[in-house]
């Protein structure tokens, strides 16, 4: 996961240093409670455990933390705001 993240990360630098006119943006997330990977983040009282045990908010991430962060993005709000990797992790990368 960290090697296609660190991929991600490389490709959306260069897109927003060549991408003249164009507002790019990279949301990577935490481990959310959905049907990824089986569901297991969701199922699986020990890993969500682990999972809330290793962020600050103290939770796993439940897919309208993901989507209100889109929301945001997409009002509008952010005009000036371009090539921007925003973390929506709770804490998890901390």
């Known amino acids: 996961m960290k090697g296609a993240r660190r991929g991600a990360d490389a490709l959306h630098g260069t897109g927003a240093r060549t991408a003249r006119h164009r507002r790019q943006r990279h949301r990577p997330g935490g481990a959310i409670e959905t049907d990824f990977g089986g569901?297991?983040?969701?199922?699986?009282?020990?890993?969500?455990?682990?999972?809330?045990?290793?962020?600050?908010?103290?939770?796993?991430?439940?897919?309208?933390?993901?989507?209100?962060?889109?929301?945001?993005?997409?009002?509008?709000?952010?005009?000036?705001?371009?090539g921007q990797r925003i973390e929506v992790s709770g804490g998890q990368s901390l």
Request: proline share 5%; charged share 20%; no cysteine.
């Open 39 to 82: 569901g297991v983040v969701r199922d699986d009282p020990q890993v969500n455990q682990f999972v809330a045990s290793s962020t600050a908010m103290g939770r796993a991430g439940l897919p309208d933390d993901i989507g209100g962060a889109i929301r945001s993005l997409l009002t509008g709000d952010h005009q000036w705001m371009t």
